[in-house]
């Protein structure tokens, strides 16, 4: 499993808890709304879940509090996920800001799973975070990979410890494909609705490797967020 997604906080900041959020108001409208995000990649347009409360809620504040605007995608894995909201990527931030530290409780369900597009949050690893806490910051979107019978036989046995994945996530895993290896082990908490071409191209872009910690070779900036009314 994979347990390398936040990089940017302390062992002993990461406990602070969900009143460090943003102070943003959030309107019952914009629980109707989606998310604009404008890259310098091209725009996406993300749709948060309903199922997923804290974490929606969490979001929309930081969105309207234009946290993420002027972060970069620090962490890209081309056939995996596009990761951002590291404080540390964007000028003039203070690190030691509670909103460089907050987590947000496990909302993990059984009925979202890591197909491509999917939106979640990242999270320190389960060797100093057993309860699965989710940085109230950083952020992962999959672009994934089409698997096979055999390889999704090889993710059930090797890394998620014999659970048999359900058959018609199967089939979405071996037509458009995502990482099955994260299922059940991260708060999915919205997805993709326009924009995944943006989202193969900063997939796609130059990286440092895995030595250098995958970051893009170019910055890759978020440019501006807001909610918008949903046109589907």
Not at 101 to 123: C, F, M
Not at 154 to 167: A, F, N, P, Q, T
Request: proline content about 3%; aromatic content about 8%; hydrophobic content about 35%.
């Amino acid at each position: 499993m994979n347990t390398f997604f936040v990089t940017a906080v302390s062992l002993l900041l990461i406990a602070t808890e969900l009143h460090a959020q943003p102070i943003a108001k959030i309107s019952r409208s914009d629980l109707r709304k989606d998310v604009k995000m404008v890259t310098d990649s091209g725009v996406m347009i993300l749709r948060l879940n309903d199922s997923t409360p804290l974490h929606r809620d969490n979001f929309i504040r930081l969105i309207k509090s234009n946290y993420y605007e002027g972060i970069s995608f620090h962490r890209v894995i081309a056939g995996f996920v596009i990761q951002a909201g590291d404080g540390k990527t964007k000028s003039g931030f203070d690190t030691t800001s509670s909103l460089a530290s907050y987590t947000v409780p496990a909302e993990i369900r059984n009925d979202l799973y890591h197909k491509r597009g999917v939106l979640a949050a990242a999270r320190m690893g389960d060797n100093v975070n057993p309860e699965r806490k989710s940085s109230g910051v950083q952020f992962y979107i999959v672009q994934g990979k089409v698997f096979n019978d055999r390889a999704l036989d090889s993710v059930e046995i090797h890394r998620l410890g014999g659970r048999k994945l359900m058959e018609e996530r199967r089939q979405v895993y071996k037509t458009s494909g995502g990482a099955p290896h994260l299922d059940q082990t991260y708060t999915i908490f919205g997805e993709l609705v326009r924009g995944y071409g943006v989202l193969d191209r900063i997939a796609n872009t130059p990286t440092s490797g895995r030595q250098g910690g995958d970051r893009p070779l170019t910055d890759i900036r978020i440019k501006k967020t807001s909610m918008v009314r949903r046109k589907e």
